[in-house]
C-alpha cells in the first residue's frame, strides 16, 4: 500500500508540473554574420550559460532541425561557449521549394511536399486555395510539378485579408499613438472598428496598443467601402479525384526523417483536484478509479510508451502536455498559446464541448487533430485535417451485414424496433445498408417487426432450421432484459420449439451500458456485436511485451485507456515519421499495428477523415470471440 501510496504521489507531482514552463535565459540575438562556402548566411551565435536550443530557435524564429541540421554535432545536447551557426531565411522564396529545412514559411502560411502522382488541382481542392492564389504566392509555380516540390499555401484567413485588403485603394502602415482608440482612429480614418480590425487582425488580439503598426487608407479622401464580412468560394470537388486516384499513387516513407514534430496532449487530468487525495491515511486512500484526477492518466502514460519506442526507431517530437480540466475556458486558454499554435498535430481533448472549442482554433494554424470519442460535422471550408478514431453506427450495421452475407447467406432477418424516433434512425441506417450491391441479400429474408413486448407474436416469422437472426434496435433495459429471457425460454424450456437457431444482434453502445442483461442469456444466443475497443489477448507477441513494460513502468496493468493511448499516439507518430506532415494523403496505405482496433481512415470531406474499422464480436462459449 505504502508503495501505490508513493507511486500516486510522485505522478501527481509530475502532472502538476507539466504545465509550468522551465525559466531560461534570455537569449539574444547575434548580429554577427557569417558565410559558407556555398555563399550561404548565418548568424554566429555563441552558447551562454542557461541558454537551451529551444529557446535559441525561439529568439532567432528557426527551428531546432534547421539548427541541427547546420550543427552536426549538437544532436546530444549543447554545451556553454560552443559557437552556432543560425541559418538566415528570408521571408519568402518564390515557386516551388526545396527542402523544409532551407525554408520556414511565414506566418499564415503552411508548405505543402508534393507527392507522386497529386496534381495542381487536387492540393488546390485538398486546401481550398484557388490555383491562381497559388501561383501567386509562388511565382514560378506552374501546371507541371514534381514529386518533392514545396509549395506555399495560405491558411483561410490569409486569403480573407488578402480579399479585405483589396477593398482599399491603398494602405500605408500607421503606428498607434498614446491617445488612440477606436473612436480616434475612426475619426481620422473613417473606417470602424469592425473594418480596422478586418485588414488588421493583430487588433483583435492586442486591442488598439500604443506602438502597434497597423495598416490604414493612404488619405482622408479615399473612397472606404462599406463593411462586408469576406467568404470565401468553395472549390467543387470533380470527377479526376477520387479515392482509386489516392490509392494507386506511389506513397513512398521517408528515409532519415530528422524533422522535430510538436504534439500536443490535452487531457481532463483535473490536478486541481490533488487536494483531494489523501495519502496520510491509508483509511482514507480509494481505489484508483474511485478518483476523478485519475480517470485519464493511463492514456497520458500508454502515450509516453509509445514515443519511447518511436524514439528507438529515430522519432524526433517535443510534446505539449496541458491540462484541461474538462473545462471550455481552460481550453479556449491553451489554445491561444503560442505554443499551441505551433503545433503539427493534438490529440485530445476528449469531452465533445472542448473539442468544438479547439476545432475553431486549428484551422487558423493548419493543426491537425484526432478526436478519440467524439464525431461531429465539419464545414467544407476548413484548413484543418480532422481525424475521427470511432466509427460511425453505418459502418458499425455494416460489419453486421457483411458478417450476415459472407457467414450466414441463408438466414433469416428480423429487425425489431418500437417505433422510437432513435430507433428508426438505426433502422433507416440498416434498411439502406442490407440492399447494397456489395452483399448479396434477398429481400424476401427480411421481415421488420414492431415490438409489444411479447415474443410470442415474432414465431410467425421465425423458421425452423434456419439462423434467425434477431436485429434489435430497442434501447429500454427492461425491454431488452425481458426479450433475452423470453427468447431464452423459447429456445430451451419449449420442446416443440427447440429446433430454432436464434442469434441476437445490437448496438453495443446502447447494450454494453446495461448492467442486468443476464450473461447466460447473451452467451446462449449468441449475441454478435461491434465495438471500437477490443484487446485480442490471444495476440501474445504483442499484448504481453505491452503489459509487462507497462507494469515495469508505473507498477501496475494498463486499462482501456492505457491501450488507446498507446494506440493513439503509436499510429500518428509512425504517420509523422513515416510521411512528415502530409501523411493525410497515404492513409489508404498506413497499416500501423495497433491493439485495440486497427484504424483505417476513409476521407468524408475536406479536412475530415473517419475511422472506418471496428470489432465484430460473438460471445460463445461464455467466451467473446471476434469475427472479423
Known amino acids: 500500500m505504502r508503495q501505490i501510496t508513493f507511486t500516486i504521489f510522485t505522478l501527481f507531482l509530475l502532472l502538476s508540473s507539466l504545465n509550468v514552463d522551465a525559466q531560461t535565459t534570455e537569449v539574444a540575438v547575434s548580429t554577427e554574420i557569417i558565410k559558407d562556402t556555398n555563399g550561404k548566411r548565418f548568424y554566429h551565435h555563441h552558447i551562454h550559460k542557461g541558454e537551451t536550443l529551444y529557446a535559441i530557435s525561439k529568439a532567432y524564429k528557426v527551428t531546432i532541425d534547421s539548427i541541427e541540421y547546420y550543427n552536426k554535432g549538437i544532436t546530444e545536447g549543447i554545451k556553454i561557449g560552443e559557437e552556432l551557426r543560425i541559418p538566415i531565411y528570408i521571408a519568402q522564396v518564390p515557386g516551388p521549394l526545396p527542402t523544409p529545412e532551407d525554408t520556414i514559411a511565414p506566418q499564415g502560411f503552411i508548405y505543402h511536399k508534393v507527392i507522386k502522382g497529386e496534381t495542381l488541382y487536387r492540393i488546390s481542392f485538398n486546401y481550398q486555395v484557388k490555383i491562381e492564389e497559388l501561383k501567386a504566392h509562388n511565382p514560378k509555380l506552374t501546371s507541371e510539378i514534381h514529386a518533392g516540390d514545396w509549395i506555399l499555401i495560405p491558411n483561410k484567413e490569409t486569403q480573407k485579408l488578402v480579399i479585405a485588403k483589396e477593398q482599399y485603394d491603398s494602405l500605408v502602415d500607421y503606428k498607434i499613438g498614446w491617445f488612440d482608440n477606436y473612436y480616434r482612429l475612426e475619426k481620422k480614418f473613417h473606417l470602424n472598428k469592425e473594418q480596422l480590425e478586418q485588414i488588421n487582425p493583430q487588433l483583435i488580439k492586442d486591442g488598439v496598443r500604443r506602438g502597434l503598426t497597423i495598416k490604414v487608407p493612404c488619405a482622408k479622401n479615399d473612397t472606404i467601402p462599406n463593411f462586408e464580412e469576406v467568404v470565401l468560394d468553395s472549390i467543387p470537388e470533380q470527377e479526376l479525384i477520387s479515392k482509386t486516384d489516392t490509392i494507386n499513387h506511389a506513397c513512398k516513407k521517408i528515409k532519415f526523417n530528422r524533422r522535430t514534430y510538436k504534439i500536443g496532449l490535452m487531457l481532463p487530468l483535473f490536478a486541481n483536484l490533488e487536494k483531494d487525495i489523501r495519502v496520510d491515511n491509508e483509511l482514507m486512500i480509494k481505489e484508483i478509479k474511485d478518483y476523478k484526477s485519475f480517470r485519464f492518466i493511463d492514456f497520458y502514460e500508454g502515450a509516453l510508451l509509445a514515443l519511447d519506442s518511436l524514439k528507438k526507431l529515430g522519432f524526433k517530437a517535443e510534446l505539449y502536455v496541458w491540462d484541461t480540466k474538462a473545462s471550455v475556458s481552460v481550453t479556449d486558454s491553451i489554445c491561444n498559446l503560442e505554443k499551441f499554435k505551433e503545433l503539427d498535430l493534438v490529440i485530445g481533448p476528449l469531452y465533445s464541448k472542448n473539442v468544438e472549442v479547439v476545432r475553431k482554433h486549428i484551422g487558423n494554424n493548419a493543426i491537425k487533430l484526432v478526436e478519440i470519442f467524439s464525431q461531429t460535422e465539419l464545414p467544407i471550408d476548413t484548413n484543418a485535417q480532422h481525424f475521427e478514431i470511432r466509427s460511425t453506427s453505418k459502418f458499425k450495421y455494416n460489419e453486421h451485414i457483411r458478417y450476415i452475407n459472407d457467414s450466414l447467406p441463408n438466414s433469416k432477418i428480423i429487425i425489431i424496433h418500437r417505433n422510437r424516433p432513435s430507433e ?63 427468447l431464452y425460454l423459447l429456445k430451451n424450456d419449449n420442446e416443440d420449439e427447440s429446433n430454432y437457431d436464434i442469434m441476437v444482434m445490437a448496438n453495443n453502445i446502447v ?21 471500437d475497443y477490443y484487446i485480442d489477448y490471444d495476440d501474445k507477441d504483442v499484448i504481453i511485451p505491452f503489459e509487462n513494460k507497462y507494469y515495469k513502468t508505473y507498477s501496475r496493468i494498463p486499462s482501456k485507456l492505457g491501450f488507446i493511448g498507446h494506440d493513439i499516439m503509436w499510429y500518428f507518430g509512425n504517420a509523422l515519421y513515416d510521411h512528415c506532415i502530409n501523411f493525410s494523403e497515404c492513409v489508404y496505405q498506413m497499416n500501423y499495428h495497433t491493439m485495440h ?25 461464455y467466451n467473446i470471440i471476434k469475427k472479423n
Open 511 to 531: 447494450w454494453g451500458k446495461y448492467k442486468t442483461l443476464e450473461v447466460k442469456y447473451l452467451n446462449d444466443l449468441r449475441y454478435t456485436y461491434t465495438v
Open 424 to 486: 428508426l434512425s438505426k433502422l433507416a441506417i440498416i434498411d439502406s445498408t442490407l440492399f447494397e450491391t456489395q452483399f448479396n441479400i434477398d429481400s424476401s429474408r427480411v421481415s421488420v417487426y414492431v415490438y409489444n413486448n411479447n415474443i410470442v407474436d415474432i414465431l410467425s416469422n421465425l423458421e425452423i432450421n434456419k439462423t434467425n437472426i434477431l436485429i434489435n434496435l430497442i434501447d429500454n433495459e427492461a425491454i431488452i432484459s425481458d426479450f433475452l429471457r423470453q
Open 597 to 621: 482496433n486497427n484504424l483505417l481512415f476513409e476521407k468524408v470531406k475536406v479536412g475530415l477523415f473517419r475511422n472506418e474499422n471496428t470489432n465484430l464480436l460473438q460471445y460463445k462459449n
